[in-house]
């Protein structure tokens, strides 16, 4: 083993002759769910004769003598081994990876949460006067960082209708300073025209840039390359469909050059780190995110299309189902769709309640986006201040796992059958 110019640590064997610089993408035109496979496993990271990158658990890294460790302060390079907060082969090997999946990307940071990788990407970009705009179905702890700690440093937010498409514009003023995008909303599935939002953000000419950033946690880069279209900051809650098995905690941050540095830095000042540990295991999830993601999205659908069927259904909020709000948009620039959608039906809470109750495959719990299939009942009237959320009809998310889909329509059909034995 050896510690290369850069501090990135090398092993010292054979290269398998004539092996593609995948890693690198050396301009062959490599698809995503290759790239899932091949990501972040560069001879550098793995040791070039393991098929997964090492747990490196270690906070101190040792150096031969003072001069190199002198030398390493100053240079502050990206993938140095310098001290366990700055990460090891472990947490660079995910990095890039997610980083590989983005085109135009030039670099991933890691969050111990979905949280903190929202919070920390607006606060890389925010300062006080400075004002936010927030799409009206966003996530509701992005919400409160907005209105609590954002709103102490001096940074105003408002809210806008996520239908609204390039019309945005209308709300820009010379301290408008970003625009934080969930497409689609994780409990209403409103899909927004994110291309129309991102040109009239680059089009302002105000006091400072409008930097787009998206929760881009339902998608994934699989099915919506976030930069490609505009964004300057694409966000996962890796916690879902990267960790896809409900066992870790992630978030991530992946941007363009323009923004890496700031985004850096401010996961550096604020000491955002995570384990190798959780790393190793967001790097297995990610690996089977393809096929994982495909079955959930045909099972989905499937579901989707049968509870529009029923009776007691009112509505079914899916981005591929036409009456879905901006499903237009998802046609035209989405490439696959998830496994997480609500529905409403007919009557109150309580036979909403009685129905989730009731199921026996769905378990009944927050986060979504593992194996397991799980039913929630959603309250959006109780967020939305923009464009209040007006149908009375109860609403309940499912997230559809990988059991057979017989099974889990059999299950959902004797909720909904105790539902309307309810009224
Ligand atoms: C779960 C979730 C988050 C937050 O992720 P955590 O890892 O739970 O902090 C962010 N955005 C969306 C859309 C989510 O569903």
Not at 249 to 260: A, L, Y
């Amino acid at each position: 083993m050896a510690v290369g110019p850069n501090g990135a640590v090398t092993w010292l064997l054979p290269k398998k002759k004539g092996r593609p610089d995948l890693a690198g993408g050396n301009g062959r035109d490599i698809k995503p769910s290759t790239r899932l496979v091949t990501g972040g496993r560069s001879d550098e990271l793995t040791g070039g004769t393991v098929v997964n990158p090492p747990v490196w658990r270690a906070s101190t890294h040792l150096y031969p003598d003072v001069a190199s460790l002198d030398t390493r302060i100053k240079a502050d390079d990206e993938q140095d081994f310098f001290y366990g907060r700055r990460g090891s082969p472990t947490q660079w090997s995910l990095q890039e990876a997610l980083t590989e999946m983005e085109p135009g990307a030039h670099g991933t940071m890691l969050y111990p949460s979905g949280v903190a990788a929202i919070s920390c990407a607006l606060l890389s970009v925010l300062k006080p006067g400075d004002v936010l705009l927030m799409t009206d179905n966003a996530y509701d702890p992005s919400r409160s960082f907005a209105d609590g700690f954002l709103k102490n440093m001096g940074v105003e937010t408002r809210y806008f209708d996520p239908m609204m498409g390039a019309d945005v514009a209308e709300l820009f003023c010379k301290n408008t300073r970003a625009i934080l995008l969930e497409s689609p909303g994780s409990l209403t599935f409103e899909v927004c025209d994110i291309p129309g939002i991102c040109a009239a953000a680059k089009e302002h000419k105000g006091k400072r840039e409008i930097v787009t950033l998206l929760d881009n946690t339902w998608a994934t880069p699989l099915f919506f390359t976030a930069l490609e279209k505009g964004i300057d900051m694409t966000i996962l809650a890796a916690t879902k469909y990267v960790v896809g098995h409900s066992d870790v905690m992630m978030g991530s941050v992946t941007t363009t050059k323009r923004w890496w540095k700031r985004l850096r830095q401010t996961a550096r000042q604020l000491g955002q780190v995570v384990s190798p540990d959780d790393a190793y295991l967001a790097a297995r999830g990610l690996r089977t995110m393809g096929v994982r993601l495909k079955a959930q999205e045909k099972a989905a659908l499937e579901i989707a299309n049968w509870l529009k069927q029923q009776d007691e259904v009112a509505k079914v909020l899916h981005p591929a189902l036409a009456e879905c709000p901006g499903h237009e948009f998802w046609k035209r620039d989405f490439t696959g769709s998830a496994g997480l959608f609500s529905f409403t039906i007919k009557g109150s809470k309580a036979k909403a309640a009685k129905l989730i109750d009731t199921l026996q495959l769905f378990g009944i719990g927050y986060s979504w986006g593992g194996f397991e299939s799980l039913a929630l009942p959603v309250y959006p009237e109780r967020d939305r201040t923009a464009n209040p959320w007006t149908d009375e009809n109860a609403v309940i998310r499912l997230n559809i796992g990988l059991e057979d889909v017989a099974d889990l329509v059999a299950d959902l059909q004797q909720g909904l059958e105790a539902a309307r034995q309810t009224g």
